[in-house]
């Protein structure tokens, strides 16, 4: 298949751009225009060769239109992410995961599309009403970004509803592993203590989260989101297992053979009625579809990710809150 990955060049989009090639798909990465050139975690990929990247912008609707020529299958992973901006910027947000949504469908629907694969997040829950979440779960989003995503979900539903597109929405629970950003929490509670930190800052450290590692997602992106019977449906992507913020820096040190005390820094926290405090994932529909399951346990996700920092760690600002 000819399949169009946007959003390629970040975390899991790049793993997932080099899963489908190595599948033997024809992939075209959509990345966002820099007057770099520059194409994020494709950059120095093993499988760079057998990529075409299309720089453009999912906000641009011409791009978007002209990356779809003769693309059968449509990942669509771009979008703004970071929920600390998400309460500086809300505007960017709608006009990203939004407005860039809308472009996505409108091209897929002109363009006749085969399969739209979309991304949503397990923060349109908000704070687990019961555990696990199923699909089923009320939508509370609790901050502007989690609004957004919320919106380009019930958009790309009534795509399919309204004109047939062939839409499947995967929602993943708390992805981690090599190359994400150092905003989230498992890479900054690595990287500080990789680079020697004795005393670590951290946020609340209250919140429980579903951990999920990268090549796991991506697989259920694949397995899952390709599915013929998925079209018109809403999938979780999770383990099931819920871990707290405040556990984490404990496993994570023990792997890394250190000791370390945590110091809860209020510029990490959340505003108190946007704090999400519980998720994990009923994944049981996903499961029963594909067979889709996780592979990998958290530790040894972890080990693998603690690695892949390790031999990078000149490349990050452990001193700095990553917003």
């Known amino acids: 298949m000819k399949i169009l990955v946007t959003g390629a060049g970040g975390f899991i989009g790049s793993h997932l751009t080099e899963f489908l090639i190595e599948k033997g798909h024809d992939v075209r990465a959509f990345v966002r225009y820099n007057s770099r050139n520059f194409w994020g975690w494709l950059e120095k990929s093993k499988v760079i060769d057998k990529i075409e990247v299309y720089t453009g912008d999912v906000r641009d609707y011409d791009s978007v ?7 059968d299958v449509v990942f669509h992973l771009a979008a703004l992410i970071g929920i600390p901006y998400s309460y500086i910027s809300p505007l960017a947000y ?19 599309v085969s399969r739209v694969v979309h991304t ?3 923060e349109i829950y908000g704070t687990a009403q019961y555990v696990p979440i199923d699909e089923k779960h009320p939508y509370n989003p609790q901050s502007p970004y989690a609004a957004s995503k919320a919106a380009a979900d019930h958009l790309a539903l009534s795509f399919y509803r309204s004109f047939g597109l062939p839409v499947t929405i995967i929602r993943p629970f708390n992805t981690y592993g090599p190359r994400q950003s150092a905003r989230a929490v498992i890479p900054t509670i690595i990287i500080q203590i990789l680079s020697g930190k004795e005393r670590i800052k951290l946020g609340n450290l209250r919140p429980t989260r579903d951990f999920n590692f990268v090549i796991d997602i991506v697989r259920g992106f694949y397995e899952v989101g390709l599915h013929p019977d998925s079209v018109g449906e809403v999938f979780n992507l999770g383990t099931g297992r819920e871990v707290s913020i405040g556990d984490l820096p404990k496993i994570i040190a023990k792997l890394i053979g250190k000791k370390v005390e945590v110091e809860m820094d209020k510029n990490r926290f959340r505003p108190e009625k946007s704090e999400v405090e519980r998720l994990c994932a009923d994944a049981t529909k996903a499961a029963e579809l594909s067979g889709w399951k996780p592979k990998y ?6 080990k693998i990710t603690i690695e892949w920092f390790r031999d990078r760690l000149e490349n990050f600002k452990p001193d700095v809150y990553n917003v």
Do not use: D, H
């Open 120 to 122: 949503s997040t397990s």
């Open 65 to 71: 239109y002209n990356a779809m020529k003769g693309v």
């Open 94 to 112: 709608i006009k990203t995961n939004v407005e860039g949504t809308y472009n996505i469908l409108q091209a897929a629907r002109e363009r006749k």
């Open 297 to 302: 346990s958290f530790e040894e996700g972890l």
